[in-house]
């Protein structure tokens, strides 16, 4: 299995990344921060279901330093915490991938998904359809459990079915292991970084993991 090349892919909407993962709760929005950060990025999350007392774009701007990014509106906020699909229904709405218009911005941005590849967004729609939508190449972010190694290679493949470029892999809480060894082999698909597990959560801990990806500002 191998990457595909994402140069001609993102054109349309200059240098953009959609940050999915392998599942729920794998640490998208934390990721989001520390490359929204590393890269002086934009950062949009264009769908936000439930914790609309703290969505995720508060906390991605709680957490940033610089003065360049912005954060820009989601096109849906849902009331419920669930499947993007069911909250829009319990709010009595229906997701519009029609509707969901990219910011307009001359800088890199940051697209944070929700929770991963095949959630539904409405009955015929998932997430992976508005990443086709947006075409912009996709960051993996892998979570270190039990599984992961299985979570990925269907994540990858199904990514790879599309024809949607992979720029890389960023693993959350955890340090290089087996896992990361054997997806690296197997897939040929870059490690962006690797991000520990992170007890405190500020903008100097962000600042200080973003330091590490600083060399992506050449790469992506």
């Not at 914790?51 to 912005?70: E, Q």
Request: hydrophobic share 40%; glycine share 8%; proline share 5%.
């Amino acid at each position: 299995m191998k990457s595909i090349n994402s140069l001609n892919y993102c054109s349309s909407m200059g240098s953009s990344y959609f940050i999915t993962g392998i599942g729920t709760d794998i640490g998208k929005t934390i990721v989001s921060a520390i490359l929204t950060e590393a890269l002086h990025a934009d950062y949009w999350k264009p769908i936000q279901a439930g914790n609309l007392g703290n969505p995720d774009p508060s906390m991605v701007a709680d957490l940033i330093s610089n003065r360049v990014s912005a954060i820009h509106p989601s096109a849906y906020s849902l009331s419920t915490g669930a499947s993007p699909h069911y909250a829009a229904e319990k709010d009595g709405i229906e997701i519009d991938l029609q509707q969901i218009k990219p910011p307009l911005t001359n800088n890199k941005l940051i697209i944070e998904g929700a929770g991963g590849l095949m959630v539904p967004l409405n009955k015929n729609e998932l997430v992976i359809d508005l990443i086709i939508q947006l075409k912009v190449p996709v960051i993996l972010v892998v979570k270190n459990y039990l599984g992961a190694i299985n979570h990925s290679l269907l994540s990858i493949e199904i990514l790879q079915q599309k024809n949607i470029p992979i720029t890389g892999i960023v693993y959350n809480e955890g340090t290089r292991s087996e896992n990361i060894r054997f997806i690296e082999d197997y897939t040929g698909i870059n490690t962006l970084g690797i991000v520990p597990r992170l007890e405190v959560l500020n903008k100097a801990v962000i600042l200080k993991e973003a330091a590490k990806f600083a060399s992506l500002k050449n790469f992506v």
